[in-house]
């Protein structure tokens, strides 16, 4: 069976303090149920995409908490974790169940706060994703994490600081015009590079920050989303696996191989291949995260990543924009949001309505990765127009 | 098509001191892997029914991470978590997934750490399943939300302390005979009455303990069961539902609309009644609450299950067995694990091989409840043999 996307919300992606996990969970969620044109009394079940409420906010149970804040009543409500690929993952299984059948509308919430705790904090709730057994218990962070990737790339590709640099300038570039965006301020590559070091080679201007947000997708079948004239997009694959979970388990850290399986089957089962990618929302929770993930995503050949986001000749598909919302760069990265604020965009992107549009957006991909690329989901969507 | 419980595996329920939440988990996962003689290269995801991995023990992205400590790579393996029903709440999604055909296996792990810390750490965790934006932030725990309902109660329907207390002292002795129960000896009623005063009805022996703890289920439908040769279970209904989040939404405490509703429905599919079922594993986190979930589940008509409990002749169907297994009371609460936990023990009755084994068990019934009865399972198993 089809499975659309038969609408999309989201919150503001920046520092709401004021505001708990519930309540933009629940706005979000509103926002796409509008949106779909569904009755709410059509949806089945209620999955919360969500990282590290417990730890930052000691709340647990969004699921049938944020349900019945919705007014929804005998629904399989729970959360799903997945650390910073959870709402993407999150939305896989909702993908299944109607693909298969066994449920008619799933409501998919993605939800973080994460702002305005100590550093200590959040750098302990961040690592949470990591194996307290052995390499958390080691002291790795995901800072440290990309500096090595990063160290790496640089030392056998010859991708050079400034090729690196060029992709947060990018994706600065395009938050300027993204509402949603918490950094909606450009920066130059003079800035980039005079940063602060955070874990070198990595530079303040090569992080995404901490963010608070939510973001919610209505999905459905192609029967249902007719018949209430939804304004859907068709998921045309939708792939989540798990990678190594330890970076000891990895063969080379340059390459994900999270990423590339998730890739390769996700292409395989739409039916396309990365040169037919108009879009791509792809993880770049470092700057350096784009530049691997788009190889990975088959975008460029290993070792191409870097002079293709310096605008190099070497752009295999020379049609292809990646992370015009501004990325997780721009946007922010409410962790356990994150990949619903990122299928949202893409959506918008196939409606032909988002603030950096891409003329003729058919084809549009996103990545979302969790841990040191332990989880990685990729959905490939495809504009109904 | 029909789905069935392959294989399950269990670790000891109670005081695991050197042991993490992976290995745990892997552990009872081998034993579960290895009991369906089903090969883990079929295993297409992995689910891990976890509560509060992260605030106790600062470790989340179990699925990724214990998935790769199983051998299985490119799986879609994620946290699933509804409270102390998290486990079960992962079996019902994972059976909705074998059911459509979505997939062909899926490996469902329960795991919790919750022993070793402070009085003040545990009571904080477990209001993580309370809405702390509102009965969380008035200071309401567990064990004061189960003295309210058992005041009522005894208000209401003239329930008696000892009728509770018989709860507790018929659980421990059939926990002297589990080899997994945290608690292996017998208590008196007299016992039960002098114990420390908890939350007033509420004594220390009414109430279950803290506790360590893992099990998991392999979930397959009927040609693969059959092919491997698994020691199957069918699952003739799996039912996950949300009930009021807040106990201000609730218009009779003494009464949980998600376990009737979870119930009704799960009766309504697998085309039995109460009357039919042999053995029950219901969620008695505290004596009283195996009197309500008891009425609440159709076993007894409201306000009879204290009498029923004291082994008075209004019991409706006097064929059935409330928690051979000892229960939450004896086994302990390991809240992530606790739902697999309760379906392991009904599938060893009824394949015929419990340590308390009910003579020609045939259909068995699981209840488990997270937060305020704000997440519901009912599981109805039926043996194949």
Redesign the interface.
Known sequence: MNVYIAGVGSTKFGVLPDR?L??IAAEAARAAIADSNIPPARIGC?FVGN??G??M?????????I???LG????????????CA?SS??A??AY??I?????DVVLVIGVERLTGASRHALT?AM???????TE?AAGLTFPAFWAMVMARHMHLYGTTREQVAAVTVKNRQFGVRNPLAQFQKQVTPDEVLASPPISDPIRRFDCCPATDGAAALVLTNQTLAKHYGSPAVRIAASV???????IT?YDEITVH?GTV?AAS?AYEIAGVGPEDINIAELHDCFSVAEIVDSEDLGFFAKGEGGPAAAGASSVRNSKLVINPSGGLLSKGHPTGATGCGQIYEVVMQLRGRHPNQVPNARLGLTHNG??TA??VTVHILESLR
Chains 1, 2 share one sequence.
């Open positions: 708990t519930q309540s209620v990282f590290v417990g730890i906010t000691g709340q647990e149970l969004l699921g049938p908490i349900a019945a804040d929804l009543s005998n629904v399989a409500a729970v959360k799903i974790e997945a650390a959870s993952a999150a896989r299984i299944d169940l693909r298969a059948g066994a449920e302990t690592t949470a994703a990591i194996d307290q057994g958390g989540l696996v798990n990678g190594p979970a330890r388990d191989d399986h089957r969790g841990g332990a989880a």
